[in-house]
């Protein structure tokens, strides 16, 4: 949220609007939306806490079709692209104070990449208290550390969905082992690395993503509406649940939808392409996963004791 949000965001918007009073409208109401989905994000956390987070909320509410299309997205671009432009984000504030080349700058950024998967290899222990340390050194050095911060947390975070849909048996098999020592995703991890390394060489994540930020709200606002079908499915009594509910995740949806419409509607031949995109996993998933599915009880009893170290 710093490094990509505070940061990048605020000059557009204040360009596009060109008023301070709506710029600071826009951003209360943005920010509202952000509470309700965190809190409505919570109680699917406290219900399902598996490693997977969107994918296992999405499994369990609507099926595999939708868990994998989501994993689909994920996988192909968006966590990868997001990982590349926030590396080179990195190694291009780092250029400009070293004078790197155009071509140590891709190198400091795949070095990056490749420092935070180890990192996230050797534990989520590690890993998080990485993410405390950085989180205070944000304070000082925010132009760097800021980015460096959220790259490490995607870094964390992405992985764990492909893990899951591997344990599921609609990725490769492979993927689903942890490591014999640590406990993590190794796997996972280093795929999520390579192919973020792939779109730093190529320099065109930027364009790739912006065909996916339409679809990938659409799934956010398919997490949230999760919560009423869970609660309607399973009524027992929870760790957690949301605060105001049902307003909460009624807020976040009207909002979301208002979102929906004004990205449509700004770029239509994105958004259609996007959606197009992620609509091509489901022949993949029917012609090579379909079949191999385990339910969630299946895995659940014999690797869940590995959730604690993912």
Known sequence: ????????????????????????????????????????????AARFPHAG?????????????????????????????????????????????????PLGVKTAAIAAIALLAAINIFGVRFGAGLM???????????????VLGSLAGLMMAAPRVYFAMARDGVFLRGVARAHS?????????????????LFVLLGTFNQIVSFFIFVTVIFIALTVAAIFILRRRHSGDLKYSAPGYPVTPIIFLVLVSVLLLLLGGHNPVQALLGVVAVAL?????????RHSFKKEEVWNHDLDSNDSAL
Do not use: H, N
């Open 181 to 197: 020592r640590f406990g993590t995703p190794a796997r996972a991890i280093i795929l999520q690395a390579t192919l973020a390394s």
């Open 281 to 289: 996993g489901a022949p993949v998933y029917y012609l090579l996963f």
């Open 132 to 146: 405390r340390w950085l989180t205070l050194l944000k304070l000082g050095a925010l132009i760097f550390i800021s």
């Open 53 to 101: 987070g969107g994918y296992v909320y999405l499994r369990e509410a609507y099926g595999p079709v939708v868990a994998f299309l989501y994993g689909w997205k994920c996988l192909l671009v968006m966590d990868p692209g997001i990982t590349a432009a926030l590396a080179t984000g990195l190694a291009s504030y780092a250029g400009y104070s070293l004078q790197l080349s």
């Open 1 to 44: 949220m710093i490094a990509v949000g505070i940061f990048l965001t605020p000059a557009g918007m204040a360009k596009s609007l060109g008023s301070p009073l709506w710029l600071l409208i826009i951003w209360l109401v943005m920010g509202t939306m952000a509470l309700s989905g965190a809190l409505c994000y919570g109680e699917l």
